[in-house]
Structures are given as C-alpha cells and as structure tokens.
C-alpha cells in the first residue's frame, strides 16, 4: 500500500551541481541535504523542504534533456509572495490559471526543468 511520495528525481547534465545548489537554496530556498556515500560518488545533489517532507533529488545524466513537460508539482503557502522570490531571484515564472481550485505558475531550473508551483484556492 502506497503512504506517500518520498521524493522526485529530475536528471541534470555532468557538472550542474553548483548552478542547481545556488537555485534550489538560493532561489527557491531548500536546503541540501547529504547523500550517501556510494550514491555522493555518481555526483548530483539532494535538496529538502517542510522539514525533510518535500524532496527533490538531482541526479547526473550523460544524455541530460531536460524535463519539459514531466515535473513535480510543489505545493507552497503565500504563492504570490513566492513567486515574486523567484522573480527577484532571476528565476521566470510563467502563471497558469487552467487547474480549477488552485493558483499556480511553473518556472525552471536552471538545467531547464520544469517546476510547478500550487496552492489550493479556499
């Protein structure tokens, strides 16, 4: 029986890792957190949200595309605040208001994932 959704894995090119560590604390405001040993060796980084809730791993991919139509999609609080974070931060935001019930809008890493961000509408 599935609980819950332990993290995401977006891939990202070979020697990303210092521009995703500057967007993913930097930008969006996650902190890095260790990786394993053996799995440190094969590169990437792993970032946490929420108290460790919310995880997005990045993992090195020789043949890196980026995810232009899959991504996570992350709930946040005050949206519009947040958005305006990444604005300021140098990061586009792109608002989408086609899911009923919910405010969103999706920007990118800067290895040109997709990210969306959502909060429910009261």
């Not at 260790?34 to 043949?63: N, T, Y």
Request: hydrophobic letters at 40%; glycine letters at 10%.
């Amino acid at each position: 029986m599935l609980t819950a959704v332990d993290h995401v894995q977006l891939a990202a090119p070979p020697g990303s890792e210092d521009a995703l560590r500057a967007y993913y604390t930097g930008v969006l405001g996650m902190t890095e957190i260790p990786k394993p040993p053996v799995l440190a060796a094969r590169g990437g980084c792993w970032f946490a949200a929420a108290g460790g809730a919310v995880q997005l791993h990045l993992g090195v991919e020789d043949d890196f595309r980026p995810a232009r139509k899959a991504h996570p999609g992350l709930r946040v609080t005050a949206i519009d605040a947040y958005a305006a974070r990444l604005e300021e931060r140098g990061a586009d935001v792109v608002w989408d208001d086609n899911l009923p019930g919910h405010r969103r809008f999706y920007s990118e890493d800067p290895v040109g994932n997709r990210l969306e961000f959502l909060e429910p509408v009261n």
